[in-house]
Nanobody, 112 residues
Framework: QVQLVESGGGLVEPGGSLNLSCVAS????????MAWYRQIPGKERELVSS????????YYADSVKGRFTISRDNAKNSVYLQMNDVNFEDTAVYFC?????WGPGTQVTVSS
């Protein structure tokens, strides 16, 4: 079974940037589609972005398209989410998902 751990969250001002990381352990994720989700208290978890096994195919929710970039490094068993030009609506707990596993999440708070 794969264990996923996110990091990189924190407090950021509007217009700022953050880079989230997700490191997998237990087995390789190189043959898995990986994704980032986010959740605000009281709301359903929403898909933010996903990336194919080789990284050639990516998906972005309309709300983050052009601002966020997903990437992966299969040699490091890791997936990343570069968040640029963040806004208040990006405040949420961000989760890494793949191989039928979820990480515990990392909090991102956008505040001035």
């Amino acid at each position: 079974q794969v264990q996923l751990v996110e990091s990189g969250g924190g407090l950021v001002e509007p217009g700022g940037s953050l880079n989230l990381s997700c490191v997998a352990s237990g087995r390789t994720i190189s043959n898995e589609v990986m994704a980032w989700y986010r959740q605000i208290p009281g709301k359903e978890r929403e898909l933010v972005s996903s990336i194919s096994q080789t990284g050639t195919i990516t998906y972005y929710a309309d709300s983050v398209k052009g601002r966020f970039t997903i990437s992966r490094d299969n040699a490091k068993n890791s997936v990343y989410l570069q968040m640029n030009d963040v806004n208040f609506e990006d405040t949420a707990v961000y989760f890494c998902e793949g191989a039928r596993s979820w990480g515990p999440g990392t909090q991102v708070t956008v505040s001035s």
